[in-house]
């Protein structure tokens, strides 16, 4: 794939606004779908799925009652996640997954994610190679460094987070962000960047992401928010 399209959502026409399902998936989903997300994020790893049968029968209920692309994230600990069993277990199930949805995600970090890459490259599935840093904001070289570590190990989007301790942190960011030539997808958590969901649109993030129910990442906004900030914005 090539990061264009999530779906038949067109990423070079506007920003997809991502809803995370952390919890009772199918409800979750149909109000994210009232609330206008275009993207759902399922949060297998935040949803307690331990298997391939648990995450096709959710997707399955999803699929029938809600005609919106998938995201499939089972996040690890290390990055923020609470998948709670070994990573060979993780790289299976998420290899089972992957012919189900639309996209997937995948740390940077992981040991294992070129077998996640190629599948779903195999799949015509696009991949989300993503990156946290929960504790700081690294200086704009590591940043662009990060990021094109994403591209190069086969992200189709590539996907920063990142915790900023002053506006400049943010800016610099945004920078990075605008200065990308290939898809990314870049956020500055915590209160400090919560805006930076609603404007880094502005610099060429091609994705964003909302909560439904209740914020799965720090400073995360509620989809129907998040959607009226960027209308006033974009």
Not at 85 to 108: F, N
Not at 172 to 183: A, G, I
Request: aromatic fraction near 4%.
């Amino acid at each position: 794939m090539n990061g264009k399209f999530i779906g038949e959502i067109n990423l070079l026409n506007k920003t997809g606004v991502v809803a995370s399902i952390s919890d009772d998936p199918v409800n979750s989903s149909i109000a994210a779908n009232q609330l206008g997300a275009d993207i759902l994020e399922l949060r297998f790893d935040l949803l307690g799925i331990q298997t391939p049968e648990d995450a096709w029968n959710i997707i399955e209920k999803i699929r029938n009652k809600v005609n919106l692309p998938f995201i499939a994230t089972l996040r690890s600990g290390q990055e923020g996640g609470d998948w709670q069993g070994t990573e060979k277990d993780r790289i299976k199930l998420l290899l089972d997954i992957i012919p189900s949805v639309d996209a997937v995600d995948i740390e940077l970090s992981a040991p294992e994610k070129n077998w996640i890459i190629k599948s779903a490259a195999n799949t015509d599935v696009n991949v989300i190679v993503s990156s946290h840093c929960f504790t700081s904001t690294p200086s704009v070289k590591e940043m662009k460094s990060i990021l094109d570590n994403c591209h190069n190990s086969g992200a189709d989007i590539a996907k920063l987070a990142v915790m900023p301790k002053s506006s400049q942190d943010v800016l610099n960011l945004l920078q990075v962000t605008s200065d990308s030539t290939k898809p990314v997808s870049t956020i500055a958590m915590g209160e400090i960047g919560k805006h930076s969901r609603i404007i880094s649109p502005c610099y060429g993030s091609v994705l964003t992401y909302g909560s439904v129910t209740g914020a799965v990442a720090p400073g995360q906004l509620r989809v129907d928010k998040l959607k009226e900030f960027m209308e006033l914005v974009l």
